[in-house]
């Protein structure tokens, strides 16, 4: 099967199929993006929020003479991962 250039100039179906094509393409980029920023605010809340819940076991554990190191660890890892996804959020963007 020969996929090479054509002989002959496309005519007008083979211009509309090829700008239907283009549309699908930036319609399925558009909707990918916006997919993307989605789950990237959901992330970001999700890990906000352990970090925030992990912060205060810990802080509740230390007070109460229980061990800490571990919601600390967890809350530590939660605001790295946090700040990791903005950095990378303000990367895309600029």
């Not at 054509?6 to 990918?32: G, I, K, T």
């Not at 929020?49 to 800490?68: E, F, T």
Request: proline share 4%; with cysteine.
């Amino acid at each position: 099967m020969y996929t090479g250039p054509r002989d002959e100039e496309p005519d007008e179906r083979d211009v509309e199929l090829l700008r239907q094509e283009r549309e699908r393409r930036e319609h399925a980029r558009r909707r990918d993006a916006l997919s993307w920023k989605i789950v990237a605010w959901v992330m970001a809340g999700a890990l906000a929020l352990l970090s925030y819940d992990s912060g205060g076991a810990a802080l509740d554990a230390h007070r109460a003479g229980r061990p800490w190191f571990y919601p600390a660890t967890v809350s530590v890892g939660c605001a790295l991962g946090l700040l990791v996804l903005v950095a990378w959020a303000l990367r895309r963007r600029l």
